[in-house]
């Protein structure tokens, strides 16, 4: 028996290579391409609002930019090293900088745009995006005659 270099194109790993193609293609159409998911991120959904919780620790309030135009949430993060003097032995912590925009959400997801807020807590960026009053569930009585 001889040791083979794994091949993506191999006729033994197509099913499985396409389970993680069809994965990318779903998670591109639905607001995430690869790129973003490197920064781990929930979304939560109440009756009243949705609740983006997005995981940047070690940044500075200044290091953080949330912005909204024209329906549209742009989340920038951005921590610069300045190299510093230190002798290093392992240097995992590294810049960083992560984009993400959340395109028409004023009317896809019927977001108040005007009352979005935001903070950042222990490392954890939570972004509040009320929804509009007609976006509410609501319990409509039945009359008896």
Known sequence: ???????????????????????????????????????????????????????????????????????????????????GEENYLYKGLSSFEFNRSFSALDENLKVDMESISSKYRNGLLIISLPKKKEAMPREISVEVS
């Open 1 to 83: 028996m001889s040791l083979q270099r794994w091949n993506y194109g191999s006729a033994s790993i197509p099913a499985f290579k396409q389970v993680f193609t069809n994965m990318d293609k779903f998670l591109n159409s639905f607001y995430f391409s690869p790129t973003e998911r490197l920064v781990p991120m929930d979304v939560v959904e109440t009756d009243s609002t949705y609740e983006l919780r997005i995981a940047v620790p070690g940044l500075a309030k200044d290091d953080i930019k949330v912005d909204v135009k024209e329906g549209n949430l742009m989340v920038e993060a951005k921590k610069v090293d300045d190299g």
